[in-house]
């Protein structure tokens, strides 16, 4: 089993970064691949990105490719998103996930889930 703890999130405005980071627990951390998804208000929780176990294949969203990066720190259970060229409907909980199974942009596919981490981006 592998508990999630997101954090990172905060007031920024358009065009800026963020680093969201999300800790693993668990001796098991290798055995996930690991995803970021998000939800906006009123809206349904959409994957953002995915990394691999041994981090050398990630996914994006179309949404966010060339302005969010996913990477992943093995040796210490961590997993981040790097956002930048922020835009207001970045605006949304994040939501870190670990998956057993694969890679994959399906919410359904993950097995495990943080609370989550609130970003808002101003106009």
């Known amino acids: 089993q592998v508990q999630l703890v997101e954090s990172g999130g905060g007031l920024v405005q358009a065009g800026g970064s963020l680093r969201l980071s999300c800790a693993a627990s668990?001796?098991?951390?290798?055995?996930?691949?690991m995803g970021w998804f998000r939800r906006a208000s009123g809206k349904e929780r959409e994957f953002v990105a995915g990394?691999?176990?041994?981090?050398?294949?990630?996914l994006y969203a179309d949404s966010v490719k060339g302005r969010f990066t996913i990477s992943r720190d093995n040796a210490k259970n961590m997993v981040f998103l790097q956002m930048s060229s922020l835009k207001p409907e970045d605006t949304a909980v994040y939501y870190c996930?670990?998956?057993?199974?694969?890679?994959?942009?399906?919410?359904?596919?993950?097995?495990?889930w943080g609370q989550g981490t609130q970003v808002t981006v101003s106009s």
């Open positions: 668990g001796r098991t951390f290798m055995s996930y691949h």
């Open positions: 996930a670990a998956d057993s199974g694969g890679l994959y942009s399906d919410l359904y596919e993950y097995d495990y």
């Open positions: 990394i691999n176990w041994s981090g050398d294949r990630t």
